[in-house]
């Protein structure tokens, strides 16, 4: 009597989305299995524990190994050591550079340095996140930034070509890599209302009007050619701002933007009469912000002076989202009618990012 039997040869990686994001999570192998046990996985699949642990050891092992190809993502696509489908690849590379919001938002606008690293102890402790995960985080952070701070073109472009990453995390990255370039201040208690979504919102419209990258062309100063074209902010630009100081400096103009302005939106704002007694603060304000953005330190607190200057007055006034927008369009739109004035091209470069922002920061 003969049997007949098939058998089927393979040396497809199998990846465990469970087990990976305990790995990913910090978990040590011993944790792993203790929370897999809990999941109820043995009676799930009548498995000893003996097995279990086996298991998870052997998907850590491979993990390992594929680590230092994922620091570097288009090698894990053209080794042959570890046969992975495509679909699985982009799932461990994705998962690998995620990161968790709470993270994100105690390092974010820091210098990503050893000296931030040693606070990684008490961020862990902060927000129960693993030390080993929160090392991760911090290390892809500062490895993405390594791979394109010297590269010219679009900041999401390059991530995506060196890192292959989604476009929605290599935004998320983009916006990282700004904020430590920049070293916008984030962490002020008055800031803390603010999410990571905020400010990376604020990030992109930045980089779209405010950088280098924005207009188009190389900057004029040979000293500035090295500069990076969606990491560094415009300093020509910046520079230029100084002339928008004449809208709050001359009497007469300041007063026809109230004028303007009142006009339009009268009977149109719940809050017009909060807004006629404090325009002139509020507008002044807004200018005196544009106007000091040369000097570095005034360029980290942007987001501080944003939330003093208009967010927490407009606030404390009760203002509605929908008559901050009101407004803002109006301030924004009167000024072409001003004839005194000679800056439109750069006041709409400012203000129609300012506004962006203004509006993604205001939590009515």
Same mark, same amino acid.
């Given at each position: 009597?003969?049997?007949?039997?098939?058998?089927?040869?393979?040396?497809? =990686?199998?990846?465990?989305?469970?087990?990976?994001?305990?790995?990913?999570?910090?978990?040590?192998?011993?944790?792993?299995?203790?929370? +897999?046990?809990?999941? /109820?996985?043995?009676?799930?699949? /009548?498995?000893?524990?003996?097995?279990?642990?086996?298991?998870?050891?052997?998907?850590?092992?491979?993990?390992?190994?594929?680590? +230092?190809?994922?620091?570097?993502?288009?090698?894990?696509?053209?080794?042959?050591?570890?046969?992975?489908?495509?679909?699985?690849?982009?799932?461990?590379?994705?998962?690998?550079?995620?990161?968790?919001?709470?993270?994100?938002?105690?390092?974010? /606008?820091?210098?990503?340095?050893?000296?931030?690293?040693?606070?990684?102890?008490?961020?862990? =402790?902060?927000?129960?996140?693993?030390?080993?995960?929160?090392?991760?985080?911090?290390?892809?952070?500062?490895?993405?930034?390594?791979?394109?701070?010297?590269?010219?073109?679009?900041?999401?472009?390059?991530?995506?070509?060196?890192?292959?990453?989604?476009?929605?995390?290599?935004?998320?990255?983009?916006?990282?890599?700004?904020?430590?370039?920049?070293?916008?201040? =984030?962490?002020?208690?008055?800031?803390?209302?603010?999410?990571?979504?905020?400010?990376?919102?604020?990030?992109?419209?930045?980089?779209?009007?405010?950088?280098?990258?924005?207009? /188009?062309?190389?900057? =004029?100063?040979?000293?500035?050619?090295?500069?990076?074209?969606?990491?560094?902010?415009?300093?020509?630009?910046?520079? %230029?701002?100084?002339?928008?100081? *004449?809208?709050?400096?001359?009497?007469?103009?300041?007063?026809?933007?109230?004028?303007?302005?009142?006009?339009?939106? +009268?009977?149109?704002?719940?809050?017009?009469?909060?807004?006629?007694?404090?325009?002139?603060?509020?507008?002044?304000?807004? *200018?005196?912000?544009?106007?000091?953005?040369?000097?570095?330190?005034?360029?980290?607190?942007?987001? *501080?002076?944003?939330?003093?200057?208009?967010?927490?007055?407009?606030?404390?006034?009760?203002?509605?989202?929908? %008559?901050?927008?009101?407004?803002?369009?109006?301030?924004?739109?009167?000024?072409?009618?001003?004839?005194?004035?000679?800056?439109?091209?750069?006041?709409?470069?400012?203000?129609?990012?300012?506004?962006?922002?203004?509006?993604?920061?205001?939590?009515?």
């Amino acid at each position: 009597m003969t049997s007949e039997l098939d058998i089927f040869v393979g040396n497809t =990686t199998l990846i465990d989305e469970d087990v990976y994001r305990l790995w990913l999570d910090g978990y040590s192998v011993t944790d792993a299995v203790a929370l +897999r046990v809990r999941s /109820g996985i043995l009676e799930q699949t /009548g498995a000893t524990a003996a097995v279990l642990q086996s298991d998870t050891m052997d998907h850590y092992r491979t993990f390992h190994m594929l680590e +230092r190809l994922l620091h570097a993502p288009p090698k894990l696509l053209h080794q042959l050591i570890f046969q992975i489908p495509p679909s699985r690849q982009a799932l461990l590379i994705e998962r690998y550079y995620a990161f968790d919001e709470a993270f994100v938002r105690e390092v974010l /606008g820091k210098k990503l340095s050893k000296g931030t690293k040693k606070d990684l102890d008490d961020i862990s =402790t902060k927000t129960g996140i693993t030390l080993k995960s929160c090392r991760r985080q911090f290390d892809n952070f500062k490895r993405v930034f390594k791979v394109v701070e010297e590269m010219r073109g679009s900041l999401v472009d390059n991530i995506q070509q060196h890192f292959l990453l989604s476009d929605r995390l290599a935004r998320d990255y983009a916006a990282i890599v700004f904020f430590a370039n920049n070293r916008f201040e =984030t962490g002020k208690k008055k800031l803390q209302y603010l999410s990571f979504g905020d400010f990376a919102f604020c990030a992109e419209l930045m980089i779209q009007n405010w950088t280098l990258g924005a207009v /188009g062309e190389a900057p =004029t100063d040979p000293d500035s050619q090295m500069d990076d074209m969606d990491m560094d902010l415009d300093k020509e630009f910046l520079q %230029d701002l100084k002339e928008l100081k *004449v809208l709050v400096a001359d009497k007469d103009l300041l007063d026809l933007h109230k004028s303007l302005v009142c006009t339009a939106l +009268r009977g149109k704002l719940g809050v017009f009469s909060e807004m006629e007694a404090n325009f002139k603060n509020l507008s002044r304000g807004l *200018v005196n912000v544009a106007t000091k953005l040369t000097h570095n330190k005034d360029v980290r607190d942007l987001f *501080v002076d944003l939330v003093e200057k208009f967010v927490e007055p407009c606030r404390s006034d009760h203002w509605p989202l929908s %008559d901050v927008r009101f407004f803002l369009n109006q301030y924004s739109a009167s000024v072409h009618s001003l004839d005194g004035f000679r800056h439109q091209a750069l006041w709409d470069r400012y203000m129609g990012t300012l506004r962006g922002c203004l509006l993604r920061l205001y939590h009515d």
